[in-house]
């Protein structure tokens, strides 16, 4: 099992990369946003890489940090979410915003990627939507999964973005706005009072 590769980058293309390790060309899928972070052809670059081994193929997939390879784990878990269309969200969606899209139950923003209509988006969200607190991602989206799943706010947080979106605000903004003004108003707060603070963080 290749776990990681630490080498001289040799070439890229739209969805893969070639990364010479000791004379030795590994070639890589992975995502634009992992491409893109690996910059210019002989750059000393490292990566994390998943192996998938079949009857008929082996690839290897490589992720610029350890969150979006554990993402990519996960979303290939969902039926019907292979390897390419893993890509494909990932190169759109960055892990925090992954993780605040699913939280907020937001199939529009999960559509963005190609592969992804709102059938396959369904199931994607109503599948992980237990399990995106286990990944490690950046406080802020931590923050707002564990807002999210607090009992006493729960009813009155979806109201408020559900409020919020009936205004024209895109969803995912409206979950961020309103998970923020919970954060600070704690959970006895009601509806009408987080509308006002979600449409002041909206207005920032």
């Not at 309103?178 to 006895?188: I, M, S, W």
């Given at each position: 099992m290749i776990a990681k590769l630490s080498g001289l980058l040799d070439s890229t293309g739209l969805d893969w990369a070639i990364i010479d390790v000791a004379g030795v060309g590994y070639l890589i899928?992975?995502?634009?946003r992992t491409?893109?972070?690996?910059?210019?052809?002989g750059n000393a670059v490292s990566v994390h890489t998943e192996m998938w081994v079949s009857e008929d193929k082996m690839a290897l997939y490589g992720f610029a940090d350890i969150t979006e390879r554990d993402w990519f784990r996960l979303l290939t878990t969902v039926q019907g979410v292979g390897a390419r269309v893993a890509l494909n969200i990932l190169s759109v969606l960055a892990p925090d915003r992954l993780t605040s899209a699913i939280a907020a139950q937001d199939k529009t923003t999960l559509c963005e990627a190609?592969?992804?209509?709102?059938?396959?988006?369904?199931r994607i969200l109503n599948e992980l939507k237990d399990k995106v607190a286990t990944l490690a991602t950046t406080p802020v989206a931590a923050s707002q999964?564990?807002?999210?799943?607090q009992p006493a706010v729960s009813s009155s947080v979806g109201d408020a973005v559900s409020a919020l979106v009936n205004l024209g605000y895109k969803r995912i903004e409206a979950f961020t706005a309103v998970n923020k003004a919970a954060?600070?108003?704690?959970?006895?707060?009601?509806?009408?009072?987080?509308?006002?603070?979600?449409?002041?963080?909206?207005?920032?």
């Amino acid at each position: 099992m290749i776990a990681k590769l630490s080498g001289l980058l040799d070439s890229t293309g739209l969805d893969w990369a070639i990364i010479d390790v000791a004379g030795v060309g590994y070639l890589i899928s992975a995502s634009t946003r992992t491409l893109r972070r690996l910059g210019s052809t002989g750059n000393a670059v490292s990566v994390h890489t998943e192996m998938w081994v079949s009857e008929d193929k082996m690839a290897l997939y490589g992720f610029a940090d350890i969150t979006e390879r554990d993402w990519f784990r996960l979303l290939t878990t969902v039926q019907g979410v292979g390897a390419r269309v893993a890509l494909n969200i990932l190169s759109v969606l960055a892990p925090d915003r992954l993780t605040s899209a699913i939280a907020a139950q937001d199939k529009t923003t999960l559509c963005e990627a190609d592969g992804v209509g709102p059938k396959l988006a369904a199931r994607i969200l109503n599948e992980l939507k237990d399990k995106v607190a286990t990944l490690a991602t950046t406080p802020v989206a931590a923050s707002q999964t564990q807002a999210a799943a607090q009992p006493a706010v729960s009813s009155s947080v979806g109201d408020a973005v559900s409020a919020l979106v009936n205004l024209g605000y895109k969803r995912i903004e409206a979950f961020t706005a309103v998970n923020k003004a919970a954060q600070t108003l704690g959970g006895e707060a009601d509806v009408s009072a987080l509308i006002r603070a979600g449409l002041k963080e909206l207005s920032q």
